[in-house]
């Protein structure tokens, strides 16, 4: 299947900093999905991008769709113990198949 | 309220067993799709149906058989259920609207 690299595994951070989160294959995608997840639950959409270059915002979350249509990125801007979890890249080819990077797992420090 | 409904939700089983992971989606959505999460590894696709009456096999789809019932279930087999099958079961499906999956909330299968 497809390879997706998402970095960091893992991050320990303060509340109220800002979060850096990013996913890159070696494949071209369409379309480039962020998701989280909680404890016990399935993922949920947090934003989705279609276009390459396109900056999208929800919240304190800002998501990019990379130029080179390869990667993306997440932000989190001034985090809070909610904002705990895993969160997922998912990247789509073609069709309505999603590829799933591994996830990093945010612990929010009060 | 609308979404995926998944049954049940944690299930023990003896290795050789059988069962059944029942999904069902009230989203009229076409497109719906089985997941395995095991640590480390993200969520990989074991079977999907694009529509009605259709059935692919995603990355991991060994041991596993699908039934699309209907527009709204779609359900995973495991006819002899192996250790290797221990892990989270996700079922999804797909709206334009929304512009990605909606899951369901897992079905958590130890096979002892």
């Known amino acids: 299947g497809q390879q997706l690299n998402q970095s960091p595994q893992s991050m320990f951070i303060q509340e109220g900093e800002d979060v850096s989160m990013n996913c890159t294959s070696s494949?071209?995608?369409?379309?480039w999905l962020w998701y989280k997840q909680d404890p016990g639950e399935g993922p949920v959409l947090l934003i989705a991008?279609?276009?390459?270059?396109e900056l999208t915002s929800n919240g304190r979350l800002t998501a990019q769709f990379g130029i080179t249509r390869k990667d993306s990125f997440l932000n989190i801007s001034a985090s809070i113990p909610s904002d705990v979890g895993i969160y997922f890249c998912?990247?789509?080819?073609?069709?309505?198949?999603?590829?799933f990077g591994t996830g990093t797992s945010l612990t929010v420090i009060p | 309220n609308a979404g995926v409904t998944q049954t049940p939700k944690f299930q023990v089983l003896k290795t050789g067993q059988s069962m059944t992971l029942q999904c069902a989606q009230d989203m009229n959505h076409n497109s719906m799709y089985w997941y395995r999460q095991d640590p480390g590894m993200g969520l990989r696709l074991i079977y999907y149906s694009a529509s009605e009456g259709t059935t692919d096999k995603g990355e991991v789809p060994n041991g596993y058989n699908v039934s699309r019932l209907n527009k709204r279930e779609f359900s995973l087999r495991l006819e002899s259920a192996a250790p290797s099958q221990t892990s989270v079961y996700f079922c999804a499906s797909i709206s334009k609207e929304v512009g990605g999956y909606t899951f369901g909330s897992g079905t958590r299968l130890t096979v002892v």
């Open positions: 494949s071209i995608f369409n379309t």
């Open positions: 998912a990247g789509q080819l073609t069709g309505n198949q999603f590829y």
């Open positions: 991008l279609y276009k390459a270059g």
